[in-house]
């Protein structure tokens, strides 16, 4: 081994031991798979910027795919509740993609996004859905949000007689 390699190695052996970042690679070259984490916009922000910024978090952060899943879900959930709607679940599909899908509500959810985070906070959500964890929970949150949803309902129907107890408790006494 080398001198020159024995010695950054024993350094960041060092830095790490003694809690300190390694020194940044030669020609400040980010590390493979590195992302970088804005601490300042590189542009001023405007409107169409930050707006910009607020429908790239809605790609990145897998919000189609989100909605998509829980409108199927939602259907789904409807039509074991009410089986009379089952004939009319692809018109119910239609209205849905027309008025409630990521194309109709996109620039809705966007206006939502830039009133409450600054073009350089969404630009920082976006850099954690590129890395390993963030698109970790873009394939996952949906699922987690589907056993979570089946979750409540078996939870409702498992105490469905204390509903019915409480509620008749709850009617009303008629006088004479």
């Known amino acids: 081994m ?3 390699l024995s010695l950054v190695l024993i350094t960041g052996f060092l830095a790490a031991a003694c809690g300190h970042a390694a020194p940044p690679p030669p020609n400040n070259q980010l590390a493979p798979g590195t992302i970088v ?3 300042s916009l590189d542009h001023a922000s405007t409107p169409a910027t930050h707006r910009e910024a607020a429908i790239r978090l809605l790609v990145e952060s897998g919000t189609e795919a989100a909605m998509v899943a829980m409108q199927e879900i939602m259907l789904k959930q409807q039509i074991e509740l009410h089986p009379i709607i089952k004939p009319y679940q692809d018109v119910l599909r239609k209205f849905l993609e027309k008025y409630a899908s990521f194309a109709a509500l996109q620039d809705d959810l966007a206006k939502l996004y830039i009133e409450r985070f600054s073009e350089l906070q ?3 959500i976006i850099a954690f859905y590129q890395t390993p964890t963030g698109r970790l929970a873009v394939h996952e949150l ?8 089946v979750l409540g309902k078996t939870r409702v129907e498992q105490h469905m007689n204390e509903l019915k107890q409480m509620m008749m408790q709850a009617v009303p006494k008629s006088t004479p």
């Open 37 to 39: 984490w804005p601490s």
């Open 122 to 124: 969404l630009r920082q």
């Open 142 to 149: 949906p699922k987690v949000i589907e056993l979570a949803a």
């Open 2 to 4: 080398s001198r020159a």
